[in-house]
């Protein structure tokens, strides 16, 4: 997959992908990896300002959130490239609210998604995986619950042919030099470096792959 200076890129997930942009401004980008990658894929432009980049990003958000405001967040904006990050939130309202997302409900509605969005838009899609730096001795539990979850991403990514950005492969990788809390201080959310590390790995998956088959 190669980014051209006409396409529209469109970013939607949770408070990762948010990362406090301002909603009131439609070109905000917050400060994590989407505004690392619209930055770097401007300055790569031979000529012009780059490829358009749109932040739907909005914290707290799980997938059924996203649902309910694809067509207006998503669909309406008619992006030639289409990245989800979500699942995160799946899991973590499951420790701290007692709410409850089965990974196969959730797996169904990321696929619903993604095929409904490669059907209307004819886009290419990409997914970033969720990811967890444990902060603490009650996070490590939590993987009972994401490791399956990430699974059923990486399912639904390759039931419609969508590139895979492997978050949690990237950040575990990188915790192996660093202190984890240099990556994400709350095993949650990334730090400035951790957001570059995310978006470098969306650079170098999304600009050298070629999309896969969809059904």
């Excluded at 990811?131 to 039931?159: I, K």
């Excluded at 419609?160 to 192996?176: E, F, H, K, Y």
Aim: glycine share 8%; aromatic share 6%.
């Amino acid at each position: 997959m190669h980014i051209k200076n006409d396409d529209t890129l469109l970013f939607i997930g949770d408070s990762i992908t948010d990362a406090g942009r301002d909603r009131t401004d439609s070109a905000s980008l917050g400060t994590g990896y989407v505004r690392e990658i619209a930055r770097t894929l401007r300055d790569r432009a031979d000529r012009g300002p780059g490829p358009r980049v749109i932040n739907k990003g909005i914290n707290g958000n799980r997938v059924y959130d996203l649902e309910t405001r694809w067509t207006t967040d998503v669909i309406d904006h008619r992006p030639t490239v289409v990245t989800v990050k979500i699942g995160i939130n799946d899991t973590w309202r499951r420790y701290d609210r007692g709410l409850l997302s089965p990974v196969d409900v959730f797996e169904a509605c990321l696929d619903r998604l993604l095929a409904d969005t490669a059907r209307e838009l004819s886009a290419r899609l990409v997914v970033i995986t969720p990811f967890l730096l444990p902060a603490g001795p009650d996070q490590e539990s939590w993987f009972d619950d994401l490791s399956p979850r990430t699974d059923a991403v990486l399912r639904a990514a390759r039931n419609n042919g969508a590139q895979v950005v492997r978050a949690d492969l990237v950040v575990t990788r990188a915790a192996r030099d660093r202190e984890p809390a240099e990556l994400a201080p709350d095993g949650v959310h990334p730090s400035r470096l951790g957001h570059r590390l995310i978006a470098d790995a969306w650079l170098a998956a999304v600009g050298s792959a070629a999309p896969g088959p969809r059904r």
